[in-house]
């Protein structure tokens, strides 16, 4: 499978602990995004890479909230000493850059279109 | 800042009719894209279709269409002769690659389809 991948699919942990959440995108993919989703909504944009650079940041939720890729290819999203509101399903998504089709072709690898993959959710307690 | 809107929370179809989704935005800039983007129970969004600003002409990917009116900033997606697998949360989502938050995915609340047999 070459889709987009997601670690670990489910978390549980209690209130104060940190978490680490890592994203796979689709190899041939430069942009990386990361959104979450609340019950019953749509999903919030939250921050996203151009290979390495973190061009968009404002948008995370807290300063608990951290996002890295540091070799352009994986990203992780760590939140320190969670919350209970903190609670929701956190999705990765990758795309091409305009004029960079994918390699895979059809619908897979339109580029500026975001491709997700089945998200970590998270359960503080 | 742009907006979508969803004004059906849920929809009802029967096996192999036609159903229309609903979806609005606002946006002051003149280069975007539109999509709608299907997450079923498992909960992974899976892209449905695509639409560029710039064209004219309608998306259409197999039984999927949409109607795109840009002048009434409309974008409604039709599913034809559906299928059980057709039932989800359907998302109407915006980007554009100007402007404040250039790329970033602006999502509606959502409509559950639900397919009766």
């Known amino acids: 499978d070459t889709g987009v991948s997601q670690d670990p699919r489910h978390k549980i942990t209690k209130r104060g602990q940190n978490v680490t959440f890592r994203c796979d995108p689709i190899s041939e993919h430069n942009r990386l995004y990361w959104y979450r989703q609340t019950l019953g909504q749509g999903p919030e944009f939250l921050t996203y890479?151009?290979?390495?650079?973190?061009?968009?940041k404002s948008r995370l939720l807290s300063d608990r909230f951290s996002a890295e890729r540091p070799k352009g290819s994986f990203s992780t999203l760590e939140i320190q000493r969670t919350e209970q509101g903190d609670s929701a399903m956190y999705l990765c998504a990758s795309s091409t850059r305009s004029g960079e089709p994918g390699l895979a072709g059809g619908l897979r690898s339109l580029p500026d279109t975001q491709y997700f993959g089945p998200g970590t959710r998270l359960t503080v307690l | 800042a742009q907006t979508v809107t969803q004004s059906q929370p849920e929809m009802s179809v029967q096996e192999a009719e036609t159903v229309t989704l609903s979806c609005t935005y606002d946006?002051?800039?003149?280069?975007?894209?539109l999509f709608w983007y299907k997450q079923p129970p498992s909960r992974q969004m899976i892209l449905v279709i695509r639409q560029e600003a710039y064209k004219q002409q309608n998306a259409t990917e197999n039984r999927f269409s949409v109607n795109f009116q840009k002048a009434a900033k409309s974008f409604s997606l039709k599913i034809s002769d559906s299928q059980l697998g057709d039932a989800a949360m359907y998302f109407c989502a915006y980007s554009s690659p100007s402007g404040a938050g250039s790329y970033q995915l602006t999502f509606g609340k959502g409509t559950k389809l639900s397919v009766i047999p």
């Open positions: 946006t002051s800039e003149s280069d975007y894209y």
């Open positions: 890479f151009q290979n390495e650079a973190q061009l968009e």
